[in-house]
Nanobody, 127 residues
Framework: QVQVVESGGGLVQAGGSLRLSCAVSGGGLNFIVNGADWYRQSPGKERELVSVMASDHATNYADFVEGRFTASRDNAKKAVYLQMNDLKEEDTGVYYC???????????????????WGQGILVTVST
């Protein structure tokens, strides 16, 4: 079963940095990563979009993280990352990766589009 495992969250002081990782496991050569989104849900707020990365690595960011966060992808490692710099207290929340890819379906002998959500990881920024 293909799944995504997030890591890298934790507690950091305001102004500090964290790097979130999102690794695909279980798919082996049968899963191809095409792109990924990052979302977050802060306490008392709805889930919001942080970044969107297309298959050509072109990435768009929400205004509130522009210039501070950088998303990247390593296709060979089947992993996506979110480098977060100059963290602010309001960046506190649970961060989710949403990986877009293609999964090989054996009985159809072809790849199908497939999306996977990470389990979420907590980032806490203290002042």
């Amino acid at each position: 079963q293909v799944q995504v495992v997030e890591s890298g969250g934790g507690l950091v002081q305001a102004g500090g940095s964290l790097r979130l990782s999102c690794a695909v496991s279980g798919g082996g050569l049968n899963f191809i990563v095409n792109g990924a989104d990052w979302y977050r849900q802060s306490p008392g707020k709805e889930r919001e979009l942080v970044s969107v990365m297309a298959s050509d690595h072109a990435t768009n960011y929400a205004d509130f993280v522009e210039g501070r966060f950088t998303a990247s992808r390593d296709n060979a490692k089947k992993a996506v990352y979110l480098q977060m710099n100059d963290l602010k207290e309001e960046d506190t929340g649970v961060y989710y990766c949403h990986v877009h890819g293609q999964l090989f379906v054996q009985y159809e002998d072809r790849y199908r589009n497939h999306q996977i959500w990470g389990q979420g990881i907590l980032v806490t920024v203290s002042t």
